[in-house]
């Protein structure tokens, strides 16, 4: 059973440009979430999405946008990026009734030039 | 508000054990977690416990929660030097899905 798969691994983009990564959640999980994890930092929550809705959203600017797809994949988009959008971005994936388990994947990792 | 603390950094001799502490604010927490991470690695789910638990074990690990201090802690026993990596917990509370992390605690493993 594959856990939780994100794509691309590494990236190098510059200032300005567009950005998409993708996310595979659990089998049989249903709701994926996004967070950035800033170098030396804990996990900072983007967003949520079930049901291929935005159900919940962290502090972050519209910059930052996401998709749900009938088969529960993900992607995080991030327009305009700056210097700062630097960071690893992680996926993770549970079940919709909360039973607690929340796992993640092994991140994209994000460089702006 | 959230806002949940972890000690910067932990050093233990191999075969000791490790206790990791963290402190959370908000009182309407569900889950409690912790998840290790290794260098350039995700997050690996290590255990999690409901908040009306005060107790966990899992083979080495042992988590315990005050709620009435909010206060949780990792207790890694017979730590091994692959147990080196970066520790962080993290709450979920009533009020969304959104998990809250601390900093993290980085464990040093001796030899």
């Known amino acids: 059973d594959a856990g939780v798969t994100q794509s691309p691994t590494h990236l190098i983009k510059t200032r300005g440009q567009q950005v998409t990564l993708r996310c595979s959640p659990k089998?049989?999980?249903?709701?994926v979430s996004w967070y950035q994890q800033a170098l030396g930092q804990g996990p900072q929550f983007i967003f949520q999405?079930?049901?291929?809705?935005?159900?919940q959203r962290g502090n972050f600017p519209d910059r930052f946008s996401g998709h749900q797809f009938p088969n529960y994949s993900s992607e995080l988009n991030v327009n305009a990026l700056l210097l700062g959008d630097s960071a690893l971005y992680l996926c993770?994936?549970?079940?919709?009734?909360?039973?607690?388990?929340?796992?993640f994947g092994e991140g994209s990792r994000l460089t702006v030039l | 508000g959230e806002d949940v603390e972890q000690s910067l950094f932990l050093s233990v001799r191999e075969g000791d054990s490790s206790v990791i502490n963290c402190t959370y604010t908000?009182?309407?927490?569900?889950?409690l977690y912790w998840y290790k991470q290794e260098p350039g690695a995700g997050l690996q789910l290590l255990t999690y416990?409901?908040?009306?638990?005060d107790m966990k074990q899992d083979q080495r690990l042992t988590v315990l929660l005050n709620k009435k201090d909010k206060h949780l802690s990792l207790r890694i026993a017979d730590t091994q030097t692959g147990d080196s990596a970066i520790y962080f917990c993290?709450?979920?509370?009533?009020?969304?899905?959104?998990?809250?992390f601390g900093g993290g605690t980085r464990l040093m493993v001796k030899p």
């Open positions: 416990i409901f908040s009306n638990m």
């Open positions: 993770a994936s549970s079940f919709t009734d909360n039973t607690g388990e929340l796992f």
């Open positions: 999405y079930y049901e291929e809705e935005e159900r």
């Open positions: 993290a709450e979920k509370t009533h009020a969304g899905n959104m998990l809250t």
């Open positions: 908000d009182s309407s927490s569900t889950y």
């Open positions: 089998s049989g999980h249903d709701t």
